[in-house]
Each structure stands twice: as C-alpha cells, then as structure tokens.
C-alpha cells in the first residue's frame, strides 16, 4: 500500500499540469469575429426579421473561425443612413473593445459602410489596436460602387445620406466586390440601359446573401489586386443576373447560354475595367461625365485594374503573404473542405435543420 501511495503522488501531479497546461493553450488566442449586417427596411415591424436576424451569422463565413460570432445589433435603417452608420459605429465599437484577442470585423452592404468608418475611428481613436490584433473585411460596399457615381459630400434626401468615400486606414481590409452587383459594381456608363438593367437584377442574384458565403480561394489570381494594406477580389459571376429570370422560369439553359454569349460583350461595355487602352468613351465618376486623362480623379476599377500595385514579386500577382491567398494548393484543399462543414453546421443552426 506504501508502493501505491509513493506513485499516486507524482500521477496526480502530472494530471494536473496536464489539465492546467490544456487551459492556458486553449481558444484564448483564437479571432473572434464580429459581423454588421446590412440595412433591413421596417426592422422593428418587420415580421420576417426575427428569421432572417438567425442567418446573419453566415455572413462572410469563410473570411473567419469563430464559431460563434458577434452579430452587432443596430438600427439597419436604409432611410436615416447617416444616423444609422453612427449607431452602427458605436455599437461594434463596443464589440470590438470588449473581446480579447484579435478580431475580425466583417461588414456587408450597409455594415460594410459601419466597418469602414470604424476602422478610421479605431486608429485615430487614443488607444488605437494594432494592425496585427485587428483586420476589416468589407463585402459590397455602395461606397466601393454606386457612390462612386455623386460627387462626395452630395446629399441624398431620400437616403439621407451624405455622399462619402472609404476612409482610408492603417488595418489589413480584404474588399469583396461581386460582379455586376448593381450596389458595389454598377456600370460606369450608365446610359448603357442593358449594363444598367443587368446591375438592376445584380441586387437581387448577386448583392445580399448570395455574397455572403465567398470564398477568397475561389477567387480567380487575376481578380485579385493588392494596395497597401488593401486586398481586393473582384468575384465572377457566371451567369448574367439580365437572364437569370428567364432561368427561372424554365428556359432551357443551352438557349439562355446563348443569350448570356450575345448580352455579355454589352453588359461589359457598360465598365471601364474591359476598355482597351486609349479608348476615351465617357464615364461617370465623382458627379462627372468623364473621359481618360481628365482629371486626376480615378474610378475603382481604374485602381484595380490601372494604378501602380504593391505585390510580391512586382508582378501582376496577389501578394501570397496575404492570410486569404497564400495557401497552397493541398492546404487551400484541406481549408475549403472544413470550411464547407462550417458551414453546412452553421446553415443547420441558423434554420434549425440541424
């Protein structure tokens, strides 16, 4: 018994430093992410609100791990725009000061334009985060798109809404950007009735939940563009929202294939991004119809696609010391794989299907 007594010390010891060891290396370190929705009509009678509130947790899903993460609750409310961004401002200032670790801030739409403002407010604040405890994800911004088209500082009373561009700040932010989304990538031109119309349709196959489960390793390299701290992906849309109706109403897909074919080089007519060097069509950019070489003023997709990039290497590729582009093929295999359980797990959840 003697024996026995003499091992049983030095075993409980090491159980536990053992226990006490998985405690201190446990999730403590891990990046909580916070989520901003984006605007919602009539929210306090809105008796679809309580159910689509329950999916706003997939939002830009597959720009972070937490399992769990913070959805800001503020008013969403597209026609007081401005009190809305200030509400939306100091509510995930609040999240964010109140977690520990590194954070995520993801903002869609309407919360991509609350990110954005609480990121310059975060670095001039007087206890500024590090760039390294903290990074912004900004999916369809209007203000990366349609607001480009008014010059900043335009009042718009139906919205009211002051006209304003992304302020710049010193975090890492990743830009989604759906293609022919008619919110964060309407036509240049749009006097291009059938770019405008397929942007139109944009709202409702491309803006909103359809953005909220993209994958950045996805992401075609050459849509990708890297500016300083800023890592924008330009996401394809294959199918040209102009005919997704007739898609749904059952037309065969081999004939409305065709369409697409036909209607494309139009639509793309409508963005500067698909000119060809020296073309000096107009455009609309900053309250003005423009033509290249007018003013130092440029478009978004002329940053994309024209001005001077940072990358590695000094090619046209994305810089690959970026977290949502630089893994290999086997790892971007294996994270897309646990990925796409997430977020079956969290569709689950969120519709109680599970």
Known sequence: MAVSRRWLVPVIALASLLLAGGAVAGPVSAEQAVVVPGAM???????FYPLIARTYPLIGVNFHDDDDPKVI??????????????????????????????????????????ASRLAAELADSF??????????????????????????????????????????????TTVVIGEYDGWADPPDRPWNLISLANAALGLVYVHG????????????????TVDGTVTTHLVPTEKLPLTRPLRAIGFPDRVVDRADQLLRPVVDAGYRRHDQPGDSRPYLSDGRIRRDGQGAQQTREQSREDAPRRRAGGDDRADQSDPDVRDSTSDAAERRAGRQARVARRVQDATGTG
Request: charged letters at 25%; a negative charge; proline letters at 14%.
């Open 209 to 224: 939940p359809a953005s909220w489960d993209v994958d950045p390793l996805d992401v075609p390299p050459e849509n990708t």
């Open 73 to 114: 609750d503020y008013s969403q409310n597209p026609l007081a725009t401005n009190r809305a961004l200030l509400d939306g401002v100091e509510q995930a200032d609040i999240a964010v000061r109140e977690s520990d670790g590194k954070v995520v801030v993801i903002g869609e739409s309407m919360g991509s334009m609350v």
């Open 41 to 47: 009509p009539l929210k306090r009678i809105n008796p």
């Open 127 to 172: 206890d500024p985060p590090s760039p390294n405890d903290i990074r912004f994800v900004l999916i369809a911004s209007p203000e990366e798109g349609v607001a480009q088209w008014f010059k900043e500082g335009t009042y718009i009373p139906l919205l009211n809404y002051r006209v304003s561009r992304a302020p710049e700040s010193p975090y890492p």
